[in-house]
């Protein structure tokens, strides 16, 4: 792992693989750091041809915080944008989108395929609508379009999500292993409880920082409704997503294949807001068809 000073600002970041190869950009979701991204993972698909980049979001892990910009109040967010009204946050998503374009910069990547998961896939799409011709093809697993006439969470769900953090390492971890019952895959297919336990505690040591957490969760309250401008996307695109996840209903993974014209679907029966290490052989699979082939899918 290393730290870059991009243009915007610094950012964590770890590459798995031969750079020769076919650039995929890896983007996690809420509050969750690159290591979300196992390094299993990442080894498995460097071994199917991709130079894999994976980083901290900004506010997350060991990139730059914003502490300047405060702790937002969530609930009076949502329920301003549910009123119509605007709100000033610290930052956006398509502010996260452009986090990701300056580290390829950086990196002297031109283009990538980019692959998002959760808000990541919301980052992931912010970035095939403001700078198609830099994405080969985008990834979005269990994520959303904003579309508010679809329902995005169950309440137990959003409850867990929202749930406080804890005050202490052993409240964090015990929280972390809790949501993850709540919004997870169903209990068969889950990862054992110590392997899950090892990696909330890893995550706590190695950056636990909730305001940050809150700050990305208003750039994703007031994003709005991508649909519209994802119609126009003509990026070669795979939608995945778990059949009974409750956090980001199925159904939001259905209307984003729905939004992007020839996207592909790929449903994970059993699959909720995480992705144990049974499902990988599926995903890598369906992830590598995507990247190898996206000549095949090309658009005028």
């Known amino acids: 792992m290393a730290q870059i000073q991009t243009a915007r600002l610094a950012l964590e970041y770890d590459t798995f693989g031969n750079e020769d190869d076919r650039p995929l950009l890896l983007v996690m979701g809420l509050g969750a750091q690159m290591t979300a991204w196992n390094e ?27 502490p300047e910009f405060g702790v937002p109040n969530i609930d009076a967010v949502r329920e301003a944008v549910d009123k ?28 990538a395929h ?3 998961a959760s808000m990541g896939g919301m ?5 095939a609508i403001a700078n198609a011709e830099r994405v080969l093809s985008m990834t979005s697993i269990m994520s959303a379009t904003g579309n508010r006439d679809i329902e995005l969470s169950e ?25 993850g019952k709540v919004i997870g895959s169903l209990p068969e297919f889950l990862d054992p409880i110590h392997e899950r336990r090892a ?8 950056s636990f920082y909730p305001a940050g957490i809150a700050r990305q969760m208003s750039a994703i309250s007031v994003a709005g409704d991508r649909s519209p401008a994802l119609g126009n996307v ?10 009974v996840d409750p956090l980001v209903r199925f159904e939001c993974g259905e209307d984003t294949r729905d939004a992007i014209a020839d996207a592909e679907m790929l449903a994970v029966t059993g699959m909720g807001h995480d992705m144990p290490r049974g499902f ?9 068809l995507r990247t190898h082939h996206e000549g095949r899918f090309a658009r005028d």
């Open 40 to 66: 299993e993972f990442c080894t498995l698909l460097a071994e199917r041809g991709h130079f894999i980049i994976r980083f901290d979001n900004r506010d997350c892990g060991l990139s730059q915080k914003f």
């Open 84 to 111: 119509g009204e605007q709100v000033e946050v610290p930052y956006q998503l398509t502010d996260m989108a452009d986090d990701a374009f300056s580290l390829l910069d950086a990196l002297g990547i031109e283009r």
């Open 114 to 116: 980019v692959c998002g």
């Open 123 to 127: 980052i992931v799409q912010a970035m």
């Open 155 to 179: 309440p137990e769900a959003f409850e867990a999500l929202m749930s406080p953090p804890g005050n202490t390492r052993e409240e964090s971890i015990e929280r972390s292993l809790k949501v």
């Open 199 to 206: 990696r909330a505690a890893a995550a706590y040591d190695r």
């Open 234 to 243: 003509k990026v070669p695109t795979l939608v995945i997503h778990g059949t």
């Open 280 to 288: 990988w052989p599926t995903i890598i699979e369906h992830i590598t």
